[in-house]
T-cell receptor, first 106, second 113 residues
Framework: EDKVVQSPLSLVVHEGDTVTLNCSYE??????LLWYKQEKKAPTFLFML????IEKKSGRLSSILDKKELFSILNITATQTGDSAIYLC??????FGKGTRLSVIA | DVKVTQSSRYLVKRTGEKVFLECVQD?????MFWYRQDPGLGLRLIYF???????EKGDIPEGYSVSREKKERFSLILESASTNQTSMYLC????????????FGPGTRLLVL
């Protein structure tokens, strides 16, 4: 059974839309939750979340962790075609979700 | 800038061959990891190492072994390659401690015929 579940598996939006990617998990004893963006090559780091309720922001991207309800969300506002990628959620360093494939069309 | 390099970007091998995938990092990271990535299955941890000569099994270690003789180098070995080991292999490294950011190499796409 998957310990980290990402939803949706795939998403197609138009440029300018706002998207919310979800990551829910079952493991409770972990130090941090990480978000990665993967384009054609290896994943690149986006955010590390360790505390519940504190939003992290980087440009048009933001993320928050809810340790009580066991989930995290990644928001992307005013999406651009360059945001098209697979977004991966991971618990600490060992457990990855299957990813959400985001496609942004012009 | 952290740099993680992998010895090959693409590799084609025959069933039964011994395959070595090498990973080198230049940031003096204690932890190093090998993952494989397959469509629909996401990233799965094969082995990781938290120190020289130390190794731990991940989720799918069967058919693989690893070697970490030097801190900067972590090798993944397929003793006898099989077609179901055709995959993208990703190496990563991080500083010690749980939850530290991992830095990934560019990946090796292995095809076993």
């Amino acid at each position: 059974e998957d310990k980290v579940v990402q939803s949706p598996l795939s998403l197609v939006v138009h440029e300018g839309d706002t998207v919310t990617l979800n990551c829910s998990y079952e493991v409770t004893n972990f130090r941090s939750l990480l978000w990665y963006k993967q384009e054609k090559k290896a994943p690149t780091f986006l955010f590390m979340l360790t505390s519940s309720g504190i939003e992290k922001k980087s440009g048009r991207l933001s993320s928050i962790l809810d340790k009580k309800e066991l989930f995290s969300i990644l928001n992307i506002t005013a999406t651009q075609t360059g945001d098209s990628a697979i977004y991966l959620c991971a618990l600490s360093r060992l457990v990855f979700g299957k990813g959400t494939r985001l496609s942004v069309i012009a | 800038d952290v740099k993680v390099t992998q010895s090959s970007r693409y590799l084609v091998k025959r069933t039964g061959e011994k395959v070595f995938l090498e990973c080198v990092q230049d940031m003096d990271h204690e932890n190093m990891f090998w993952y494989r990535q397959d469509p629909g299955l996401g990233l799965r941890l094969i082995y990781f190492s938290y120190d020289v000569k130390m190794k731990e099994k991940g989720d799918i270690p069967e058919g693989y072994s690893v070697s970490r003789e030097k801190k900067e180098r972590f090798s993944l070995i397929l003793e006898s390659a099989s077609t179901n080991q055709t995959s993208m292999y990703l190496c990563a490294s991080s500083f010690s401690g749980w939850g530290e950011t991992q830095y990934f190499g560019p990946g090796t796409r292995l095809l076993v015929l």
